[in-house]
């Protein structure tokens, strides 16, 4: 029975998942779960303010115990997804897509386009990514947007120098001079034999930015830089908590390892796809 | 003549492998004589050489009923006791010129780290000077001040055969040295190992997979499948009427200058490497039953050590 | 070999210059080469690392573009052929490459990569290019199931072989074999190159096989070139060159030769550094223990010494005197 590919064909077929794809499959439903019904997964309204329940200990009815305005803190962090997570996830997502593209083309270009094209990065890569942020919440006005927006401009340039680099090394492997030598025109050999061959660097950077991307966005949030009150944003959670977190470590901690094991759960699972050398 | 190296029944293991990579091989080396050892890839000549000079992980298994060098035991040695001995009693020199060398220091200052290493610097510099000479590098003070990638393949193999004798090492341990080599530099670099042997009464080992090669200045050879030594012998005698059908095999399949041209070659088919009975017996044209049930010992045949049961009954084809 | 009257050259190089400049400083990888392949002949161009070899092999696929000088496919420039039919000749001067597994994408199956050239040449697509791949692996005698494994998990002998394989999709007219044996173990080498033996005999196709290995090139080469220093030094029949070498490089190149019998000790090799490649005159003279004042001077041409053997040295009627072998 053959089932192997020709070219032109989609090269769809089911098989067994293995360990990995287990794990991976299980973070994307969860993140999903998350971002889509909140509202499922949440015990209690984020906002509703209960006086009487405040600074209450993690129990069964509070996982995650109350805040100072009795606030359900699980719920918050659910909630509290949408912005951080998801936030992330745009941040990287466009970074990639963009950074994929802008390096593709450089490296497909060469000469001078690739030479200018490349310094445009080399300028963006230069830039501390704290006082750009301050500098975006200075000048658009503090909130999430202009934390997204500073993180995408700060982003995209390392996909695009990872990209170009893989793309013009690709571009002298023997496989591709072979594939030249078959008729293969340059539309077959990009599709074919140079951009499948970024996919799994791409992926492994990708999933580790998730983290990293978290946990600055957390960050500036933390600082004030990025998301507002009342917002659940996880960084924002953390920095409330931590005018009483001497009588309520609850409330700093539980979100605080939520953002370390979200964050360490993508490293792993980029280190994990790095190691496999996915799909080699 | 007394062998300066040694050993009986080495067999060496990786951890977790299913089979050793070197079984029970036996041979000596004396000085002002070259062996070489041949074999396919994954034969474990290779290992032979670094199991010598004990540059195996000390997890892999090193086992020998003998193994000593100038009279002194390898398998009970301490670390600075190899390490001396690497030094200053054993040269090697191994296959890609190019990974040898470090890209980023000059070849001279990689020569003189060897010279350190063995407590011959600065004295041993004038002989560094001749030996590049000798072996073919011109005005080499200069040279020295290179880096790696302003030498060619060939010229690198040089310094380093330069570098593994200014020493004055008893052994060297040649794996593969020609193999990354044009057919020109290769004879060249052969000739010029040939010569320093006999002119420093070296004990040279030559590691190749090429028989040809060898041929050209190895005295006696040993040929290896599968971990276990198949044959060996005078290498004229090797040649002329090889007892073991591996080592006809992988004579009568490399074309020749003197050979037919435009006919089929007679060419092993590939098969495993078998545990019970002969390694060989998969891929052998003339294979029996008992070659698969018994394993073959060394015995002497005709001037050869050969381990076939078919070796002493006439060849048939 | 029977003689009957020369057909016309399937592929002419003639007279190609080629340098590189992208280096630090220009490397003329080819000065004024030229050679032919009649239908259904193996060529063999034998040469060390850069003597130019593969920059010929890199030409003659359409990679590179030579300076100055014409290739010509059945007596059609290459560049109209780029111009106005590539795929038709893409279709018919085809590589096998030195490395197998490098040759092939990673990420594709053997099956998919040996398809490849008939889906790009329209050949046949889906169900009916599969079954041209199982009947293109069985005819360089590898099971078609292997179809579905990766490059890199199979041995370098299969690998080469599915490399011919897809090679041979497009029943090409010429190979270009690039050292598609010198990576192999000798074994496999001596199943390749029976394999390409009975390709040139079952289906009449002619080869260009390039290798720094002579005992190889002599045993697969009807006629054969040999290179040095970007320049052809000798040409003729195989026989007529191995036998009767007329230039005193290939001399030194077939007793530096691996040559299993060990009674007969090969002279010394002569040893010149690289460095101090010539401006003008014979390239190979500061190596050449034949060498007199015009071989320094005055660049050695193409002459004939033999029946369609030809060789670039100016002391080839004194070398005849000195026996080769």
Known sequence: MTVWQVPGVAAWRLRRPRAAEWWVGATVFGIAALLLVPGWLAPHDPYALAVSERFQAPSVAHPFGTDDAGRDIFSRVVHGARYSL???????????????????????????????????????????????AMAIAASLGRGLGSTLIALVVLWWPSYARMVRGQVLSL?????????????????????????????????????????????????????????????????LLIADAKQYALTAWWAAVLPGLVVFLVALNFMAIGDRLRRDGTGR | MTAILSARGLTVRYPGARRPAVENVSFDLSAGSTLAVVGESGSGKSTIALAISRLLDPAVEIRADLLTFEGRDLLTMDRAGLRRLRARRIAMVFQSPFGSWNPTRTIGAQLTDGLRAAGIWPSGRDRLLTLLRRVGIHEPADRLRDYPHRFSGGMLQRAMIAGALVARPS?????????????????????????????????????????????????????????????????????????????????????????????????????PVVDHGCAFAPRCPQAESRCAETTPGLRPVSGLNVACHLAETPRST | MTKTADPPPLLEVRDVHKTFTTGPRPVRALRGVSLSVRPGEIVGLVGESGSGKSTVANLILGLEHPDAGDIRYQDRALPD???????????????????????MDSRKTIGWSVAEPLVIHRVARGAAARERVADLLRSVHLDPALADRYPQQISGGQA?????????????????????VSALDVSVQAQILNLLLEIQD???????????????????????????????????????????????????????????????????????????????GCRFAPRCPLAVDRCRAEDPVLRQVGTAHTTACWRAEDLATVTSR
Not at chain 1, 227 to 234: M, R, T
Not at chain 2, 177 to 203: C, F, K, N, Y
């Open chain 1, 86 to 132: 998801g936030t992330s996830l745009i941040v990287v997502s466009v970074a990639a897509v963009f950074g994929t593209a802008y390096g593709a083309v450089a490296a497909w270009s060469g000469g001078l386009v690739d030479r200018i094209l490349m310094r445009v990065v080399d300028v963006f890569l230069a830039f501390p990514y704290l006082v750009f």
């Open chain 1, 171 to 235: 571009l002298k492997d023997q496989h591709i001079k072979a594939a030249r030598t078959l008729g293969a025109s340059g539309g077959q050999i990009l599709r074919w034999h140079v951009v499948p061959h970024t996919y799994d660097q791409v992926t492994v950077r990708y999933t580790l930015d998730l983290g990293q991307a978290l946990v600055a966005l957390t960050g500036l949030s933390f600082l004030g830089l990025g998301a507002q009150p009342p917002s659940p944003e996880w960084g």
């Open chain 2, 171 to 271: 052994l060297l341990i040649a794996d593969e040295p020609t193999s990354a080599l044009d057919t020109t530099v290769q004879a060249e670099i052969l000739d010029i190992l040939d010569e320093l042997r006999d002119e420093h009464q070296l004990a040279l080992m030559l590691i190749s997979h090429d028989l040809g090669v060898v041929a050209r200045v190895a005295s006696s050879t040993l040929v290896l499948y599968g971990g276990r030594l198949v044959e060996s012998g005078p290498t004229t005698a090797l040649y002329r009427n090889a007892g073991h059908p591996y080592t006809r095999a992988l004579l009568a399949a490399a074309p020749r200058l003197d050979g037919p041209r435009k006919v089929r070659l007679p060419a092993l088919a590939p098969g």
């Open chain 3, 81 to 103: 052929w780029l111009a106005r039919s590539a795929r038709g000749y893409r279709g018919a001067v085809q590589a096998v490459f030195q490395d197998p597994v490098q040759a």
């Open chain 3, 160 to 180: 080469q072989r599915a490399g011919i394989a897809r090679a041979l999709a497009l029943e090409p007219a010429l190979l270009v074999c690039d050292e598609a």
């Open chain 3, 202 to 280: 079952r289906l009449g196709t002619a080869m260009l096989f390039i290798s720094h290995a002579l005992p190889v090139v002599r045993h697969l080469a009807d006629s054969m070139v040999v290179m040095y220093a970007g320049t052809v030094v000798e040409q003729g029949p195989t026989e007529a060159v191995c036998q009767a070498a007329r230039h005193p490089y290939t001399r030194l190149l077939i007793s530096s030769s691996p040559h299993p019998a060990p009674d007969r000790k090969p002279g010394r090799a002569a040893t010149a550094p690289r460095e101090q490649m010539p401006v003008t």
